[in-house]
C-alpha cells in the first residue's frame, strides 16, 4: 500500500511547481481580499486538491486502474492507499502554504499576514476530509472522468466557505446567535469540540472508506 502512496506522490512532478506558484498566490492575493488566516486555508486546500485531481486523473487516462489490478494488490489497498495519499496532500499543501507565507514576510512585511495557527490547521483538515468522503465513493464507482464536475462542485463550496466563515468572524462586532457560533468554531474552539469534530470525521471518513472498498470490489473492469 505504501508503495501506491508513493505512486501517487511521484508522478506529481508539475504540480509541485503549480502548488509553489499557488500557495504564492493565495498568501499574496486572499490576504489582500479577504484575511491572512483565509489566505492558509485557501491555498492549502486548492493544492490539496491539485495533487489529488492529477493523481487520479493521470490513473484514469493511462489505465492504471487495469494495470494495479494485474498485480497482486488487493482493492481494498487500493482504496486506502487513494484515502491515505488524501492526507499526505494535506500535509504538503499546509507545508507548502506556510513557507510561502513565511518567504512573503520576508519580502513583503507590508503584507499583513498573520501566523497559521491551530484552528485553521483543523479547519483544513475537517474541509478536505468531508470533500472526499462524498467524491471517492463516486469516483470508484464511475471513474475521475466522469466525476470531474462533482470534484470541481466540493472544491469551490469547501474553498470559498471556510474563508467567507473565517471573514464573518473577523468583522463579528454584534452578539447574535451566528456571531457567537461563527466565533467559537473559527476561533476559540475548546477541547470538547476539536474531539466531537475529530470524532465525526473520522466516522464519516470511515463510513466512506468502507462504501468506496464495498463499490470498487464489485466493480467490472
Excluded at 479577504?34 to 492529477?54: D, K
Excluded at 513565511?102 to 498573520?114: A, E, G
Excluded at 469547501?158 to 464573518?168: E, H, R, S, T
Amino acid at each position: 500500500m505504501l508503495n501506491l502512496i508513493f505512486k501517487d506522490i511521484l508522478i506529481q512532478k508539475k504540480t509541485f511547481l503549480y502548488s509553489v506558484l499557488y500557495a504564492l498566490f493565495a498568501v499574496v492575493g486572499i490576504t489582500n481580499s479577504f484575511t491572512s488566516r483565509g489566505a492558509y486555508i485557501f491555498g492549502s486546500i486548492g493544492i490539496a486538491y491539485l495533487f489529488v485531481m492529477y493523481s487520479n486523473t493521470y490513473d484514469d487516462k493511462n489505465g492504471c486502474e487495469i494495470t494495479l489490478n494485474s498485480l497482486p494488490v488487493s482493492r481494498k489497498d487500493i482504496v486506502l492507499a487513494k484515502y491515505m495519499s488524501v492526507l499526505v496532500f494535506i500535509f504538503i499543501g499546509i507545508i507548502m502554504t506556510v513557507f510561502a507565507g513565511m518567504l512573503v514576510k520576508m519580502l513583503l512585511p507590508q503584507i499583513p499576514l498573520q501566523n497559521m495557527v491551530i484552528n485553521d490547521i483543523f479547519m483544513i483538515f475537517a474541509c478536505i476530509i468531508l470533500m472526499y468522503s462524498i467524491y471517492y465513493p463516486m469516483y470508484f464507482k464511475f471513474g475521475a472522468i466522469k466525476v470531474r464536475m462533482l470534484n470541481m462542485v466540493l472544491y469551490l463550496i469547501f474553498l470559498f466557505g471556510p474563508i467567507n466563515l473565517i471573514a464573518l468572524a473577523d468583522k463579528n462586532t454584534g452578539n447574535s446567535m451566528l456571531n457567537k457560533l461563527l466565533l467559537i468554531i473559527t476561533n476559540n474552539p475548546d477541547f470538547y469540540f476539536y474531539a466531537f469534530a475529530a470524532a465525526l470525521l473520522l466516522g464519516l471518513m470511515l463510513i466512506s472508506l468502507n462504501i468506496s472498498i464495498y463499490v470498487y470490489s464489485r466493480k467490472d473492469l
